[in-house]
C-alpha cells in the first residue's frame, strides 16, 4: 500500500470520534447481515398477550403495540438501512460522478446545460423529489429512493465538478496533455483519483442523509420498504400510541439518530485525515493571533555577553536569546533558537535567509503576531526603548502596535481587508492610535495614500484592495503602516511578489519615506540584491539561527561563514555572465529535520568532523559576528580562489 | 538512454520555429457574456530556437511569455501563427498524430510541488512518457526510469517514493527526469528556478546546462529573473504586453540594450554587491503595466517610456535590427533624435 | 450590483424552463377518468360525454407541445387549475349544480399561514441559535463552551426532525401538559394560542438548521481568523473586538450564509413530515395528501410552490452575498 494511504488510515483511526462511527456502521451492517441468527424472533411473530410490554429477559427491548418482539424488528431494520444506504449513494454516484467529471473536465456547452439541469433539480426540495417520484410511481419503494438519490445527484455532481476543475488546473495535468497522453487515461488515472477525497466523504454523510430520508417517507406511508420492520415504520406505529408507549417511540428513534450520526462521524474523520477541511474539531486550531510569552523562562536572560547599554546610546529594539518553539504534529521544534540582535536608531537591518529559515517566525515574534499555540516564546526578550514586549500585556502590546512598531507583508492583496476602503482601513489605524474625530482620519488616510505616490488619492480611499494593482496595494499597506509615523517598521519581504520593475519603484519609495519619517527598518528577505541595495547591516539565518552578522560591504566582501559564502557564490549575476555557479549539495532543511551540530554542516563545503559534535556559538571574526568553527579555513579557502563542486547525489 | 527507437526527426538545426504567433482571450461582457474586445496575450510573436542552443524568455507578469511557450507545445491553440517543432508545422497535425509529435518538446513548470500526481510513485509519474509514447513495458519502464533518475542525481531507491517525500529541488529534477524521458529536440522550461531556494537553484541550471551538451537539447528558458536568464542564455528576448520588444546575442542585449524597456528591466534588477548596486545609473519607470485587455495605441510601452516621442504614441514601431544584430521594436532607432549622426540613445549611455 | 442581480435572473431563465419540463412531464399520467370522477361529484361511473369533456378542456386531445404551452401559460397567469380529490358542488349561473375540483392556488394559499408560522419559528431559532453558537465555537476554539457547542451540534446535525418532535412531545405534553401536542390556530384567535401550536414544530425543524449554521459559521470564523489581513488588523493594534466585528465577521459570513439558503429548503422538507405528524393542515399536509391519492395537478402547483420559494431565498442570498463581497459586486 502506498505510504499515502497508510498514513491517511492512521490518521482515520486516531479520530476517536471516526472510529465510533465507523464501529457502528459496522455494527449495523453485520446486524443487517446475520438478522436472521441474531434476532431473538420472527419480526412479524406476534406476541398476543404481551402487548406494549416494557423491557423484560424474553424481550429485552419490550414488545410493540401488536405485541411484536422490538429487539427482532429493530435487527431486521438495519436490513432495510443498509439496503437504503447502498442502493441510494450508489445509485447517486453512478449518475453524479460521470456528469461532474465530464462537465467539469470538458466543459463548454454540456458544463453549462449540466449545471442548469443540476440547479433545476435541486430547487426541489429533497423530501418534495423522493414524494414525487413515489407519487408518479404508485408509491413504489424503489422509485422513492430513486427520488433521493436525484435529490443528491446535484450536490454531488457539483462537487465531482469543482474537484475536477481543480485537479484540471493542477500542473501536472497540464504535464500529462503535453507528454501526449490521452485524455481518457488522464481522466480515469490523473483526475479521478486526485479528485475522489471529497467523493468519498460526501457519500459518507450521504449514507445518512439516505436513512433519514427513507425513514421520513415511511412515517409518511409512502413508498414503505417491503416488510414492514422499516426503522421508519416502527416509529410511525409508534407515534400513533405515544400516550400509553412512549419508549417504543425512543427506541427506533435512536436507532435512525445514531445510525446517521455515525455516517456523519465518519465523514467528518475522513475530511480531517484527508486534510479536506481543517476546523471543525476543536484543539486542532489557533487563538486569535496573539502571542503570549507563557513558561518558566519568560524573560531569561541567555546571552550573557550583552550588557544593558546606558539609555541614550541603547538600540531602538534589542532582541535577546529569542526562542521561537512550534507545535507540529511530530512533537514541538524551535523555529527561532537564541536570535539576539539590535536595531539602532535609522538603519535599515536586512534579515536573509531561505524558506524555512526563522527570519519571518523572527519578525512576527517582535510584534507578537504568531498565533499561540501552535507557537511559543520559549524564552528571550524583546527590548523596545527598554522595555520588554514580551512582558507586556496584550492590551499594552496593543498600544505599541501599529504607533511605535509597523509592519508591511509580502502580499499584500492577503494582508488587505477585502471587503473594506482603502480609506478605511487606512483611517482605522489612525483612529486607533490618535484621537481624532472620523474626518480627520479618513483626511489623514487620502494624504498618506497621495504621499506613497498614489494618483487620485482622494477618489481611490474609497477604492477596494483588488481594484488596486499590485504595486499600488503595496503602496497602499505602506501608508497604512506609516500613518501613525512608526518608529521602526518591519517589512517582511514587501517586495517578494512584485515585478522587478515595481519593486524598483516600492524600494526607492522606502528609501525616501525612511528619511522624511526617521525610520528604522528591519527588512525581511530572501534576495541578497534587494540587501545590497537597501541594507546598512544584514543578519543571515539559517535552519532557525543566525549564522552571520555583518555590516553591508563587509558580508559581500569576506562572507565569515559557509553558508554566506556558498549563497553569494550560488547566486547568478547579470553583472557576470560567465561565472561558474557554485552548487550547494542537498536541501534546506525541514524545522523538524534540523540537523545536530552546525546546522549547516550537511551541506558544507568545509565540513569536518567537529561541525557535527556539538551546538556552534557566535563568535567574532574581525568586525562580522559568525556561527562557525572554521571561519579560518574558510578565509585561507576565499584567498585561494572560488571552486567549484559539483552535485552529490542525495536522498529525501 | 540507449535502445529507444524515436523516430528520427528531420535533421533541422531549429529545434523550434513560431512565427507570428497570436493569442487573444476574448473580453466578455459580466451580464450576456458578449465579447466586447480582446486581451491579446501574446501578439506576434517570433523566435527561434536551434539545436543546444538556449533562449531566454524574459518578461514581467502579464507579458505573455508563459501562454507563448504553451503555444509553442500546442498546450495552448494560437489564435493565429505558426510553429514549427522539430521541422513540423504542428497546425497541420491531427490529434493523434500531435500526440506523437509532442515527444519532440516537452515541458518543465514552475511549481515543482504541483507537475507530480501526488498520488502516483516517482516510477509512475517518470515513467508516463514512456508508457504513452513508447508503450514500454513495466519492467523496462522502472529500469529506464531508474536510469533517468540517476542522471538528476537521484537513485534506485527513490523510484517506488511518493512526491511529498522531496523537496522542491528534488521534485524539479524529477520533473527534469520525466521530460528528459523521451529524449525530446527541446525543452520550455517555464520559470523553472523560481520557486526554489537559492541554495538549491543552482544545482537545476547545472543539470540543464550539462543535459545541453550531452544530449544536444535546447530550451526556452521562460523567466522573470534577468539574472538567471544573463546566466543560462545564448540568445535573449525580451516581452512587454504581449510582442517581443527586444532579441538577440545575451551579450548584446544585457550589455547593450536596445529597447528603452530592456534597459529599464536591467537597471531594476538589483546585483548581489553593495559597491556595484548602489553606483549604478537607475531608471525607475513610473506607472504600472497597462490593462492588457486595452493595450496602449502606437508603442505598448510609450506609457512608461523615458524617452517617449510624439511619433511612439500613434504607432507602433515594426522590428528593427540594429548593427549589435539585435532585433527591436522602437522608433529611437529609425525616428530618434541624432546628434553628429548618432542616435541620443547610444550617446546617453556612454 | 444591478449586473449580479440581472445575471442571476437571467441564469434562472433555463433552469425554471428546465423545471417547467419536469413539472409538465408529471402531467403526462393525467388521465380524465379521473377528473370525471370529480365532475361526477363522485359517482362511480361517469358519462363517456363528461370524459369527453374534460378530456378537452384539460387539451388532453391536444398535441403535446401545445399542452406544455397552454399549462405554462396558465402557470405564468398563476392559474394552478383543480384538484383531483375531494370535490366540492358549486351553482351554475344556469341554476344547477355542477361539481368541482378545488383550486390549487386557493388551497395552497389557504395553508400557506400554518407552514409559514412553522417555518418562521425555524428560521428564528435556526438563526439566533446557530449564530449565537457559531460565534462562541468561532471565537474561542478550544475552549470548555466550545467543544460542548461541537458536540451539540454534530448531535443536532444528525438528530432526525421527526423524532426530536416526538421526543419533544413527550416532555411537554405527554409528560406535562404544557405545550398542546397537536393542531393550529390562527394567530387571530390569541398570540399563545397561535405559539403554543407552532412551537415544537417550528424547533423541530430549525435544529439542524441551527446545528448546520453554527458548525459553517464557527469553520469560517476560523479560517478567516487565520488569514493575512486579520493579522494586519491585529498589526496595527486593534482590540479583539474590533478585529472581530470590523473585519472578521463580514468576510466569514460567505459560507453561513450559502449553507443558510439550502437549510431552509431542508426546513421545508422537514414541515412536510412535521405537519402530517402533528396534523396541523399546512403545504405539508397537503403534499401528502396529494401524494396519497396521486392528485396531479394538486403535487404540480406544490411543487412550483415551493421551487418558486428556494429560488427567491437563493436569490436573497446571492444579493447578500454580493452586498458583502465587493469583488462579486463589480466582476
Redesign the interface.
Known sequence: MPPKRVRLFRRVLRDK?AVTGMLILLLIAFLAAFASWLAPYDPELLFVGERAEGLSGDHWLGTDHLGRDVASRLIFGAQVAVRVALQVVGITLAIAVPIGLFSGFIGGRLDVVAM??M???H??????LA??F???FN?SFNWGLFGISLAFVPTMSRLVRAQTLAVREETFIEASVSIGTPMRRILIKRVLPNAASPIIVQSSIYV?GAI?LE??LS????GVPPGSAAWGSM?EEA?QS??TD?AN??IP??A???A??AA??LG?GLRDALGL?A?????A??????TLAPGGERGRETDATQATAPADTAPLLDVRGLTVEVRTEHGLFPVVEDVSFELRHGEVLGLVGESGSGKTVTS?SL?R?L?SPPFRVASGRVLFEGDDLLQRSIHQM??????DI??I?Q?PM???????QMGHQIA??VR??RNVRRAAAQKRAVEMLDRVGIPDARARARS?P??FSGGMRQRA?IA?ALSCSPKVLIADEPTTALDVTIQAQILELLAELREEFGLSIIFVTHDLGVVADFCDRVLVMYAGQIVEQAEIHRLFEHPSHPYSDALLAAMPRLTDRDKELVTIPGSVPTIESFPSGCRFHPRCRLAVEECAAGAVSLVEVGDSVSRCIRTDELIRVRAAGPDSQGITADGP | MTGTATTAAPASTEALEVSDLTKLFPVRT???RRTVGHVRAVDGASLTVRTAETVGLVGESGSGKSTLGRMALRLIEPTAGSVVLAGRELGELSAAEMRTQRRHGQMIFQDPYSSLDPRASIADNVGEPLRTQFGLPRAERDRRVVELLETVRLNRSHLRRYPHEFSGGQLQRIALARALAVRPRIIIADEPVSSLDVSTQAQMLQLLEEFKREYEIAYLFISHDLSVVRHISDQIAVMYLGQIVERGDNDAVTTQPAHPYTEALLSAVPVPDPVVQRSRRRIVLTGDLPNPADTPKGCRFHTRCPYVMEMCREIDPEPYVTPAGTEVRCHLHTSGPELAGRSVLELAKQ | MG?VI??RL??LI???F??SI?LFA?SL?LNPDKAAHIRAGGAENASLEIIESIRRELHLDKPIHERYGRWLYDVVRLDLGESLTRPIPVDTPDGRTEFRGRSVATEIRNALPRTLSIAMVGVVFGVTVGVTVGLI?G????SLL??FS?LGT??G????S??LI??L??AFS?NRDWLP?TGYEPLETGLWSWLSRILLPGISVGVAMAAVTA?QL??AL??V????????????????A?VVV??AL??AANAPLTVMGNQF??L???T??IE??VGIRGLGWL??T???S?DITM?QG??LF??VV??AI?LIIDLLYSY????VR??
Not at chain 1, 476546523?279 to 484543539?283: E, V
Not at chain 3, 446535525?157 to 432526525?160: F, K, R, S, V, Y
Request: hydrophobic share 55%; charged share 15%; no cysteine.
Open positions: 470520534f442548469r439541469t440547479d433545476a433539480i430547487s426541489v426540495p429533497t423530501l418534495m414524494l414525487v413515489a407519487a408518479s408509491l445518512g433519514l425513514a421520513s412515517i409518511l406511508g409512502i416509529l407515534f405515544i400516550y412512549t417511540v425512543v428513534g435512536a435512525i439518530a445514531i446517521v450520526l456523519n462521524l467528518d477541511d476546523g471543525h474539531r476543536y484543539g486550531r489557533t487563538r486569535m493571533g496573539l512576527l510584534m503576531l498565533p496593543r498600544a505599541i502596535r501599529g504607533r509597523a509592519m507583508f502580499d492577503a494582508a488587505l481587508n477585502p471587503s473594506m482605522e489605524a486607533l492610535h477596494f483588488h481594484e499597506m497604512m | 459580466p451580464l450576456l | 449586473t440581472l445575471r437571467l441564469t433555463p433552469m425554471m428546465l423545471v419536469g408529471i399520467q465555537g471565537l474561542r476554539p478550544g466550545d467543544r461541537v454534530t448531535a446535525i444528525a438528530m432526525p421527526f423524532w416526538m421526543l412531545i413527550i405527554v401536542a458548525r464557527r469553520a476560523m479560517d481568523m487565520g488569514a493575512a489581513y486579520i493579522r494586519t488588523a491585529w498589526a496595527k493594534g486593534g482590540s479583539s474590533r470590523r473585519h463580514k468576510n429548503a431542508h421545508l422538507s422537514g412536510i413530515v402530517s405528524l403534499v401528502v396529494a401524494v396519497r396521486n403535487i406544490l411543487v415551493f421551487v428556494t429560488v437563493n458583502l463581497n465587493p469583488k463589480v466582476s
